[in-house]
T-cell receptor
Framework: AQSVAQPEDQVNVAEGNPLTVKCTYS??????LFWYVQYPNRGLQFLLK??????LVKGSYGFEAEFNKSQTSFHLKKPSALVSDSALYFC?????????????FGKGTLLTVNP | DAGVIQSPRHEVTEMGQEVTLRCKPI?????LFWYRQTMMRGLELLIY????????DSGMPEDRFSAKMPNASFSTLKIQPSEPRDSAVYFC?????????????FGAGTRLSVL
């Protein structure tokens, strides 16, 4: 079985400060990892993904994520937060082995960036 | 491209009534996914289709739920009879393939309230 944990329901940061949204995962095979963002009354939007290769993945809107196999983590980061980054962030995992095409999502982390 | 289109955006109905949610995937995409989002359970995959054929419906909560995809550009999720515990936001997503570079694109969702 595959699973994702986002240990923080909420993260608050000041504008201009760096932000981190945490994610840990569990899969049997190689993990395919994703971050999505959801703005109010909108669907989820893809931010970035890790499949293989460099552990630091760069995505949309200045976001990046670091894959750490030993810690089974895939934390989302941004060097300087904007008020417009305030949204709900979801981490998702898929087992790269076999024919499992399901994405398993975490419960989400509400990011609030204060002016 | 207009993206994944869902209708209606909001649906309010009374317990026992039939509810039909609709989805138009992105043109050319061959996979379609239905998700349900609640505060308690987060984002859950209900069912997904490949080339209009249901592949995995293990997430469908019970027989009151059914989904169809009569053609490549249209899918429905039906609840009959509806119950208050079905109140949630229902998302449709589509993707081109489900390989390692797969990205799922989400619609804006249908917010269902069953009174």
């Amino acid at each position: 079985a595959q699973s994702v944990a986002q240990p923080e329901d909420q993260v608050n940061v000041a504008e201009g400060n760096p932000l981190t949204v945490k994610c840990t995962y569990s899969v049997s095979g190689n993990p395919y990892l994703f971050w999505y963002v959801q703005y109010p009354n909108r669907g989820l939007q893809f931010l970035l993904k890790y499949i293989t290769g460099d552990n630091l993945v760069k995505g949309s809107y200045g976001f990046e994520a670091e894959f750490n196999k030993s810690q089974t983590s895939f934390h989302l980061k941004k060097p300087s937060a904007l008020v417009s980054d305030s949204a709900l962030y979801f981490c998702a995992v898929r087992d790269g082995a076999g024919s499992n095409y399901k994405l398993t999502f975490g419960k989400g982390t509400l990011l609030t960036v204060n002016p | 491209d207009a993206g994944v289109i869902q209708s209606p955006r909001h649906e309010v109905t009374e317990m026992g009534q039939e509810v039909t949610l609709r989805c138009k995937p992105i043109s050319g995409h061959d996979y379609l996914f239905w998700y349900r989002q609640t505060m308690m359970r987060g984002l859950e995959l209900l069912i997904y289709f490949n080339n209009n054929v249901p592949i995995d419906d293990s997430g469908m909560p019970e027989d009151r739920f059914s989904a169809k995809m009569p053609n490549a550009s249209f899918s429905t999720l039906k609840i009959q009879p509806s119950e208050p515990r079905d109140s949630a936001v229902y998302f449709c997503a589509s993707s081109l393939g489900v390989g390692r570079f797969n990205i799922q694109y989400f619609g804006a969702g249908t917010r269902l309230s069953v009174l």
